[in-house]
């Protein structure tokens, strides 16, 4: 069973950056979208960021220009660059692989933006 491994999680202070990585264990066939989730605690998951194999992004109105997703289709990893970082963005982020049967999680990467 392939997985997602994401990693370039941390605490960070505000104002600050991160970059979060996302790459399969194995290969993945069909991908049609890559993206980026987050729970903060006592919320629901919500996006963050998505990219088609296009090359079309999509971001939430909270990003506020501040994040990047980019994507490498050859080896379906997908990034984000996380600039200007506030204590509310403090959450799990789950980097996510869409084809048009499955959809891939990975297990979470925390993010703190703290002084």
């Known amino acids: 069973q392939v997985q997602l491994v994401e990693s370039g999680g941390g605490l960070v202070q505000p104002g600050g950056s991160l970059r979060l990585s996302c790459a399969p264990t194995g290969n993945i066939y069909g991908v049609r979208s890559m993206g980026w989730y987050r729970r903060a605690p006592g919320k629901q998951r919500e996006l963050v960021a998505r990219v088609t194999r296009a090359g079309s992004t999509y971001y939430a109105d909270f990003v506020e220009g501040r994040f990047t997703i980019s994507g490498d289709n050859a080896k379906n990893s997908v990034y984000l660059q996380m600039d200007s970082l506030k204590p509310e963005d403090t959450a799990v982020y789950y980097c996510?692989?869409?084809?048009?049967?499955?959809?891939?999680w990975g297990q979470g990467t925390q993010v703190t933006v703290s002084s």
């Open positions: 996510n692989v869409a084809t048009m049967v499955e959809n891939y």
